[in-house]
């Protein structure tokens, strides 16, 4: 009884590495993709958060862009007022959906994830798409 408890233990343990991997090979898959899809298209969504009117004036510290066709983006912002050590901390983080008109990129929606003040509740970590 004792081997056999010994035999479970190591396929459950065989079986969950094998899920974490898949999982983590998963996720990272996803990540490179919004990594690359980033480099090559962020350029053309740099000043695109302003239709939202959500951020400041400023650029905004991280874009993302989740996903990318002909036609269709959706681009993650995020910004973060002050710094860490200041109080109230401010922020927000947008995620945009345009769409592609003959004279560019036009906001389509746009949904608030995060913002430090409280006022949302949204959710796009971990990157999954």
């Known amino acids: 009884m004792n081997n056999t408890l010994k035999k479970l233990g190591c396929v459950f343990v065989k079986v969950m590495a094998i899920l974490t991997l898949c999982f983590l090979l998963f996720w990272g898959g996803s990540l490179a993709r919004i990594w690359i899809l980033t480099n090559r298209h962020a350029h053309e969504f740099t000043y695109g958060y302003r239709q939202t009117r959500m951020l400041d004036d400023g650029l905004p510290d991280r874009i993302r862009v989740i996903s990318y066709f002909e036609d269709k983006a959706i681009v993650y ?3 973060r007022a002050g710094s860490r050590n200041e109080l109230p901390r401010s922020g927000v983080g947008v995620l945009v959906t345009f769409s592609r008109t003959d004279s560019g990129w036009l ?10 003040s409280g006022s949302a509740d949204g959710f796009i970590w971990p990157l999954i798409r």
Do not use: F, G
């Open 77 to 79: 912002y995020s910004q």
């Open 107 to 116: 906001l389509y929606s746009w949904e608030v994830i995060w913002s430090a």
